[in-house]
C-alpha cells in the first residue's frame, strides 16, 4: 500500500517539476494581448515563425530611429518582424525610459528638433514613396509654368519627372534639383545664389534668400524634415528655413512634398505655416487622423498608394 507521506511527497516533486518546467519557458502559453510564449520568448500572431525576445525587439527599435532619425511605425513593424501593436507598445516603453521621442505614426531620437540628417540618410529612407510621390507631383505641374523647387531628395524625385514637360521655368536652390534637369533643352534652370550646405547639396543664407525676393512663380514645390497640422512645415536648420520660406513667399501656391515618415514630426523651424500650404502630397502610409487635421485646415490632399 502506499502511505499518505508518500503521495504527499509525490505530488511536491509534481509541483517542482511544473513549476520547473514554466521557469524554463517549456511550456506555451497565449496571453490576454494573443502573445505566444515559447521558451521564455515572446511572439505575436503577425510576427510568423521566428520568436523575438522583447528586449532584443526594442533594441533593435532603437538602433534603426537612432540610424534614421525619424521612423514610422510601419516600417519599424516591417524591419523588425512584428505588429503594429506590438512595436507600438515598445515605443510607449522607450518613451517612458527617456530612450526615444514618440510621435503621430513613429519615434524619433531625443533632440530631434535640431538634428539634420545629411543627404545620404535621406537618401536610404522611403525610396518606393518618394517616387510614388513625385509621380503624383507632377501632374500639378503644366506646360509654360514657371515653378520652384526647393531642396531635398523628394523634390529631387520629382525634378526627374519634370523633363516631360516644355517651356519650363524652373527656380531651385538645390543642386540636386538643377542636376536632374541640365540636360533637358525645354526646361530653363535658374539657380539662386548663396552658399554651399555641403550636407544637403543646396545652397543658403542671404543671398540665396535675396535672389528669390522679387521673384513670382505659380507653384512651389518644398519638402521639409516634419509637418504637423499646428506649425506646417518645419526643418533643424535656420538658414534652411529662411530660403524655404523665400520660395513659398515667391509662389501663388505651395505644394508639400512629404513621405509618411514626416507627417505628425515637429522639428526646430518653422519654414511654411499650414494655413499656406495649399496641398500636400504623400503616401498611404501616413496617419490618418494627421491628414484629416490638415484637410479640415483648408490643406488639399494627394495620397500615392
Known sequence: MIGLDHIRCL????????????RSGRSALVTGAGRQVTDGKFQDAAEGA???????????????????????????????????????????????????DRHHGGATMPGELSREPSYPQKAQLSGAEKTN???????????????????????????????RHADLVVVTNSLLVAQALADSPRIEVVMTGGTLRGSIHALVGSAAEASLAGLRVRRAFVSGNGLTPERGLSTPNMQVAGVDRAIATAAEEVVVLADHTKIGVDTMVQTVPTEQIAHLVT???????????????????????
Do not use: K, W, Y
Open 50 to 100: 521566428r520568436p523575438v525576445f522583447a528586449a532584443e525587439r526594442r533594441q533593435r527599435i532603437l538602433e534603426l530611429v537612432r540610424a534614421n532619425g525619424a521612423v514610422s511605425l510601419r516600417d519599424l513593424a516591417r524591419s523588425v518582424g512584428s505588429s503594429e501593436v506590438t512595436v507600438r507598445r515598445d515605443v510607449r516603453i522607450l518613451e517612458a525610459e527617456g530612450l526615444l
Open 11 to 22: 505530488c511536491r516533486l509534481s509541483s517542482i517539476r511544473d513549476a520547473d518546467s514554466l
Open 133 to 163: 510621390i513625385a509621380d503624383l507631383a507632377v501632374s500639378l505641374v503644366e506646360d509654360g509654368d514657371a515653378i520652384a523647387v526647393g531642396a531635398g531628395t523628394t523634390t529631387q524625385a520629382l525634378a526627374r519627372r519634370l523633363a
Open 283 to 305: 503616401d498611404d502610409g501616413a496617419p490618418t487622423e494627421v491628414l484629416d487635421d490638415l484637410a479640415s485646415r483648408g490643406v488639399r490632399l494627394h495620397v500615392a498608394s
